[in-house]
C-alpha cells in the first residue's frame, strides 16, 4: 500500500530528551515540592519500563516511598509534582538543552516536501511536544503535524496501542498506509500492535533489545532518507 504518513514518536526518537530532560525536571519538581527524592541515571533507566510520567512516580512510590500513597489525595499530589515537573522541562527545553537528533529535521523536511502527512503519537504531555517543536523547528512547526496524539489523550498509554488507534482513527487511514518511528520497546510494542509498519532506532533504554517484525532498526536517522523508508514500506512483511 502507498505510503501516505508518518507517525513520530517523541522522547528518544524525535530528540534525546529522557536523561537530560524528564529526569532533571523530575528531579527539580521534586526539590520544589520538599522532596529528597534524586532519580540518578541508573535509576531512571530502569523507571523508564513505566511509560507516562504520572504514572511513573507513583511506580517509583510504590517501590521506594510507599508513605507517599498512604496520604489523603495522592492522586492530587502526583498530578502536582507532575504539573511542576512539566513547567520545568519546558525551561530546559527553551533553554536549548533539548536538541533533535542527527536527520529528524532533515527527514521531516524531504516528507513536507514530498506530500506526506505527519503526526505525533507519544506519551509524553503535550505541553511537551510544543515546547520541543517550537524550540527546535520554530512555532509553525505544530502546524505541519495533522495529529498529535499526546499524554492523556488515551487512558492506556504506551505499550497498549491506543496512542496509534487514536492517531490513525484523527488521520482516517489504515495502519499500513503509515510508517510510525520507535526507540523504545514499550512504543515499539505499542505501534506494532495497531498494525503499524515501525521503524526502530533504539534509544539508550533500549541497547541490546531485539524488535522482531519491525520494518528495520538503524542507529540514526541521519543516514535515512525518504527514498530508502519508501522502499522498507514497500517491502513484504
Ligand atoms: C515517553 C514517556 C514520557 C516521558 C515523560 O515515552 O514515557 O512519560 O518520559 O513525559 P514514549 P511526561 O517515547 O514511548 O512516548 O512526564 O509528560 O509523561
Ligand atoms: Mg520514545
Known amino acids: 500500500m ?10 528518544g526518537t524525535l530528540a534525546d530528551t529522557e536523561q ?10 521534586f526539590a520544589d515540592a520538599g522532596l529528597d527524592w534524586v532519580w540518578d541515571p541508573e535509576l531512571y533507566l530502569d ?19 510507599p508513605g507517599f500513597l498512604e496520604r489523603d489525595e495522592t492522586d492530587d499530589a502526583i498530578r502536582a509534582l507532575h504539573a511542576r515537573k512539566t513547567t520545568r522541562y519546558a525551561e530546559l527545553v527553551d533553554q536549548g538543552r533539548v536538541r533533535l537528533l542527527p536527520g529528524v ?17 507519544t506519551t509524553t ?11 527546535n523547528l520554530g512555532a509553525e512547526s505544530l502546524g505541519w503535524f495533522e495529529v498529535i496524539g499526546a499524554g492523556d489523550v488515551v487512558q492506556h498509554k504506551k505499550p497498549a496501542p491506543d496512542v496509534y488507534a487514536y ?4 488521520l482516517n487511514l489504515p495502519a499500513e498506509a503509515c510508517l510510525a518511528f520507535e526507540d523504545s520497546v ?30 528495520a ?5 541521519a543516514d535515512t532518507s525518504l527514498s530508502d523508508l519508501r522502499t522498507l514500506h514497500e517491502r513484504p512483511a
Open 47 to 65: 523507571l523508564l519500563q513505566v511509560t507516562g510520567g504520572k504514572e511513573r512516580i507513583r511506580f517509583f512510590c510504590e517501590r521506594f516511598q
Open 217 to 221: 532498526v538503524v542507529p540514526s536517522l
Open 186 to 215: 514499550p512504543g515499539f510494542a505499542s505501534a506494532s500492535a495497531a498494525g503499524i509498519p515501525t521503524l526502530v532506532i533504539p534509544s539508550a533504554q533500549a541497547a541490546g533489545e531485539e524488535f522482531p517484525g519491525a520494518l
Open 125 to 135: 504531555s503535550p505541553d511537551n511536544v510544543t515546547a520541543l517543536l517550537t524550540a
Open 2 to 11: 502507498e505510503l501516505c504518513a508518518f507517525i513520530f514518536d517523541v522522547d
Open 167 to 170: 492517531v490513525l482513527r484523527e
Open 105 to 121: 529535521a532533515e527527514l521531516i523536511a524531504e516528507a513536507r516536501e514530498a506530500g506526506l502527512r505527519l503526526a505525533i503519537a
Open 20 to 29: 537530560d530532560g524528564h529526569r532533571v525536571a523530575f528531579n527539580t519538581a
